[in-house]
């Protein structure tokens, strides 16, 4: 099984959209996701997305990178800026990939679904290539 971290600023977004996507699309893929300034919070939009997609579970919550930096990762994706430049140093060498997308927090359901579907164009095929690539 490989594993895949998740990494953006706030953790409420993008990254659990992202780690939930990954857990249901990519065999053999598990996916993971943290924040460097966590919200403490899923976005009720991105739990509302992931429920009517029907991957919602309990283990995506908000957390900080403090929590997963021992975990053993494959590869680590950085979804904001925020967060590849505050990227940090794990303890065994991993292959990174940086993958900006709009951040939907405080805008409209439609930007949240927006994001899900560049993260199925883009995202998914980025991480079976890096993945493979190793």
Known sequence: MKRVLVLCSGNSCRSIIAEALIDRELEGVEGASAGSAPLGRVNPHAQRLLEE??????KYYSKGIHEILH????LVVTVCDGARESCP???RP????HIPFPD???KEYGAFKEVAQRMRERLLPAIVEALDSQ
């Open 71 to 74: 975990t053993e990762f494959d």
């Open 89 to 91: 140093t794990f303890p």
């Open 53 to 58: 997609l029907g991957i919602w579970s309990e």
């Open 94 to 97: 991993v292959k990174r990939l």
């Open 104 to 106: 939907p927090d405080g």
